[in-house]
């Protein structure tokens, strides 16, 4: 039983269907598709009170009334909308419900983790990516600001005062990495220059998942006692498991692998919240939609205590 949540047991699900941080169309979708897949009902069929908080409308910025600044895309939009979906996730963890976010692209986290840190300003944030997310809006090529929340809430980009409101609220120390194989050279330069704790395939290949979601664990909550942000981006599974996503790189987590993290970090009892990102029904044919969507929703299951036995 987690010692930060409200008794009986609640989650919120948070739909954002939101696209800004990225370019391609359909990861808006992501929410909606996993809400129809029954999600809501399947994490009542495992004791929690369920609230769903609907699909977020967020209030939109025409490109025209949005051109790049630098060369971040749609800023003002990417801003605007994680500003909002940080204060939701904070109204949530202020009564002790434990939100589940669905994206949506991974911009998205500098809203969910802003608005958790809020709450429990000592939480540490565990980030599942294929990718680091940590250009900032010098170093990225992209110009997708899905490629650069942590950046922002380390407090290593964001002096434009369109994000004034994101606050360097996380710590380089709070914050580890597991499943990264497609690092820019620049994110590495910022990882290494910051000290950030990352287990990339290669450590999973030496170690097993096992250990390295212990040593994860370690680095950022030795006594395991600091309540735990998971911020899981579907990419960071295979390719051949989680298809229907918009920057899918090879070699990625196995299905057990997956579940496994979600799983360990479930039995610490100290989650207290869940973004599942980067679900885009919109790219590959209807077998592969199918099999990401439910993959999603299974990793939530497994988050919030889904046990095999
Ligand atoms: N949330 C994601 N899927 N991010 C992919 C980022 C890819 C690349 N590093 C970029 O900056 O654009
Ligand atoms: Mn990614
Ligand atoms: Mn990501």
Not at 5 to 25: M, N, T
Not at 97 to 126: F, K, R, W
Request: glycine fraction near 10%.
């Amino acid at each position: 039983m987690s010692k930060f949540l409200s008794d009986p047991k609640s989650v919120a699900i948070v739909g954002c269907p939101f696209r800004g941080g990225q370019a391609k169309l359909g990861v808006d979708h992501g929410p909606i598709h996993m809400v129809e897949a029954g999600l809501e009902q399947q994490l009542r069929d495992l004791g929690w009170e369920v609230r769903f908080d609907g699909h977020h409308q967020f209030e939109q910025i025409s490109e025209e009334n949005d051109p790049p600044i630098g060369k971040m895309k749609n800023p003002r939009f990417v801003s605007q909308v994680c500003k909002a979906v940080a204060s939701v996730v904070s109204d949530h963890a202020r009564r002790g419900q434990l939100p589940v976010v669905l994206g949506g692209d991974h911009s998205l986290a500098m809203g969910t983790i802003g608005g958790t840190l809020e709450v429990y300003p000592n939480a540490c944030v565990i980030w599942v990516d294929a990718h680091a997310d940590i250009n900032t809006p010098e170093t990225t090529e992209s110009g997708n600001i899905h490629g650069m929340p942590v950046s922002f809430l380390l407090g290593i980009a964001g002096n434009e005062p369109e994000f004034a409101w994101v606050k360097p609220a996380l710590r380089a120390n709070r914050l580890v990495y597991i499943g990264l194989r497609d690092v820019d050279a620049d994110e590495k330069r910022i990882l290494r220059e910051n000290g950030i704790k990352a287990f990339s395939m290669h450590e999973i290949d030496r170690h097993g998942i096992g250990k390295v979601v212990e040593l994860a664990l370690d680095a950022v909550n030795p006594n395991r006692d600091l309540p735990i942000h998971l911020s899981f981006d579907v990419d960071a599974l295979d390719p051949t498991v989680a298809p229907s996503t918009g920057t899918p790189v090879r070699g990625g987590l196995t299905f057990r692998e997956g579940h496994y993290i979600c799983e360990a970090i479930h039995e610490t009892g100290l989650l207290i919240a869940l973004d599942l990102m980067e679900v885009n029904p919109g790219l590959a044919d209807a077998e592969s939609v199918r099999k990401t969507v439910s993959v999603g929703c299974s990793l939530v299951r497994a988050a919030l205590g889904e046990a095999l036995l």
